[in-house]
């Protein structure tokens, strides 16, 4: 009867918590984002003579303007965001794609302009082609593209003539904006460094690109057949010719949000998606990348299914104590839903008291020859306990997952694997949520709250978020332990998980920040999904014995990865907050 009682108090509990957790993700996605979240306002910069003059290398960089049939205010103001530029060394090529509108033709006729080069097609061949006809007339060390509505902040230029003497970089990119046709600036994207993943997935880096023209000249130019995702598939076979690529972490370049428009409305364009998914899967063709690319959940984005090369054992580490219920769930679901089967589970017991958990890992074992139960009765180090796993476990690939958690996708495996067996990558992360269907992990942004944060947190998970970051397969800083996958070999390398100096927190973005070090990716996945009941077992920080030693490693960390704690996180970006795990502007 106590028993029965101790059941309905304890099953009260968590839903009173789950209430809790459920207010507070309304209140985030309601009160917080429209009273918190500043409203953003673009600045206009302006550069000082001497600042240009300041420059060692001045190179030409020559603006690609392919022209059709555009209002001629929209195309006024896009030829004039060129002309008003503070860097002078430049030139405006401009191949006009057989304009139907006289008006269009006749303005163009008319301008009047050494720096200004045009062409007019005899017949209408598309926006690929006619850039290519506009970038045979130029002649700059450098080329970028503006769209016929489109602007460059006063600015742009300098900062990428800026960019290539501090760097020599051959492709630079910039953060964008929109601008509506009131002249409102809107929807800012601040990018992140450069990410191959996140480029597989989204094209993220879209304007402003400088390219070294003579990598594009040696490429083709861009390519027929790709229309409305012809730059993303110049990045793409651009990235694969260099790695000197740079980001500057300012808007430079306007789209023109009007109605048709991609900057309005992607899905406007469904020619330019299908195109997208062409090109992704041609890169992975060109790339010996075993895989199919498919069209994302919001349009603009995609997903790579990415092959399993072969079908190596891996090891599911799972370090519990007590809570038999939940490691009843999480066995149960791992083993009726994975359709991965070569598998090995390692619990490792720490100082397990009831008896229904000591009886459930008796009868476990003899159920499954694939579950071993392993026994460390030291006081709580979950580092210790990772490593004591990885130590007894045979797989090629080690599995570390959280007891209070639940399986959701039957390929979570698989989704790990396909990115966890590529020599380049480190460790691979994946998508978690509370039961409230809210978003508890998508990454970690090195940085919030003075070491880490989760970005999306409390994020319904069908929201978009930040630029549809919550659902893109991209590289990260860190990943939680909660679960993830890393070749055994590299977990050893490394000497595992930071038992001495963070036996309870950070020890997992301490190891995946020692991988970046070595010259490692790390991923984010959303195509893994579990439910995560966090911290069940070990309960919360509420002691002062527990304060102290938090904040003991917060201070190790801080000190140990002072280098990207104080320049910030490359793949997040410095306008955007580090007090919020929300993507709200700084």
């Known amino acids: 009867m106590d028993n029965f009682f101790y059941k309905i108090i304890r099953y009260l509990y968590w839903r009173l918590r789950w209430l809790l957790s459920k207010c507070k993700a309304l209140f985030f996605q309601v009160f917080a984002n429209q009273n918190k979240e500043p409203r953003y306002k673009y600045h206009k910069r302006l ?8 420059l060692a290398a001045q190179p030409k960089i020559s603006v690609i303007m392919p022209v059709f049939n555009i209002d001629l205010k929209w195309l006024n103001k896009a030829i004039n965001s060129v002309k008003n530029q503070s860097y002078a060394n430049w030139e405006l090529c401009i191949a006009d794609d057989c304009s139907t509108n006289e008006k269009t033709v006749r303005f163009l006729k008319n301008i009047q302009d050494q720096r200004i080069r045009i062409v007019f097609l005899k017949k209408n061949a598309g926006i690929a082609a006619a850039s290519n006809e506009a970038l045979k007339l130029a002649s700059g060390e450098y080329v970028t ?14 900062e990428v003539a800026k960019k290539i003497n501090e760097t020599g970089a051959e492709l630079i990119y910039s953060d964008e904006d929109k601008i509506t046709p009131s002249g409102t600036y809107i929807d800012p ?31 083709g130019g861009l390519r027929r057949g790709f229309d409305g995702s012809q730059d993303h598939d110049l990045l793409l076979r651009f990235t694969e010719k260099t790695a000197a690529i740079s980001h500057i972490s300012k808007v430079l370049y306007h789209w023109r949000a009007v109605p048709g428009s991609v900057a309005h409305t992607f899905s406007s364009k469904s020619y330019a998606w299908e195109a997208g998914q062409r090109a992704l899967q041609e890169a992975l063709y060109r790339r010996n990348i075993g895989g199919t690319a498919f069209r994302g959940k919001f349009p603009g ?33 791992i083993t009726t839903k994975s359709t991965y089967d070569n598998f090995e589970i390692i619990g490792i017991d ?8 000591i009886d459930f890992i008796k009868a476990i074992q003899k159920q499954d020859a694939r579950i071993k139960i392993f026994a460390d009765n030291a006081p709580f180090n979950y580092s210790r306990l990772n490593n004591y796993g990885a130590s007894r476990a045979r797989g090629e690939h080690l599995l570390l997952l959280n007891n209070d958690t639940e399986i959701i996708s039957p390929d979570w495996i698989e989704r790990l694997l396909c990115h966890s067996q590529r020599d380049e990558v480190g460790i691979v992360g994946a998508k978690l949520y509370y039961f409230n269907n809210t978003i508890q992990h998508a990454g970690i942004i090195i940085g919030i709250g003075g070491v880490a944060g989760h970005p999306h947190k409390f994020l319904d998970k069908k929201q ?5 970051r919550p659902h893109l397969t991209q590289n990260v800083s860190a990943v939680t332990t909660a679960c993830a996958m890393i070749k055994s070999s590299l977990y050893k390398q490394l000497g595992g998980l930071d038992e001495k100096n963070l036996p309870i927190a950070f020890n997992d973005v301490d190891f995946c920040l020692r991988l970046r070090e070595k010259g490692y990716l790390n991923i984010f996945t959303p195509e893994c999904e579990l439910y995560h009941y966090e911290s069940r077992s070990r309960g919360q920080e509420d002691s002062q014995e527990k304060k102290d030693r938090f904040a003991g490693e917060v201070r190790f960390m801080q000190k140990r990865h002072q280098a990207i704690v104080s ?15 929300n993507f709200w502007l700084k």
């Not at 978009?464 to 549809?468: A, D, K, V």
């Open 350 to 357: 720490n100082n397990s008291t009831e008896q229904e958990t």
């Open 47 to 54: 550069i000082p003579r001497a600042a240009i003059e300041a």
């Open 189 to 219: 994207h601040f990018k992140p460094d450069y990410s191959p993943d996140l480029l597989l997935s989204q094209n993220y880096i879209c304007h402003l690109s400088a390219y070294k023209k003579r990598i594009i000249d040696a490429l």
């Open 145 to 158: 593209f503006l769209d016929h509505d489109d602007e460059l902040t006063p600015d742009a230029l300098y």
């Open 567 to 581: 320049a910030g996180d490359p793949y997040y970006n410095p306008n955007l907050t580090l007090e919020n795990e």
């Open 301 to 333: 984005t995609y997903r790579i299914k990415r092959t399993i090369k072969k079908k190596p054992l891996i090891s599911i580490i799972i370090p519990f104590k007590n809570h038999v219920s939940e490691l009843k769930k999480l066995i149960h679901s």
């Open 464 to 468: 978009r978020g930040y630029m549809c």
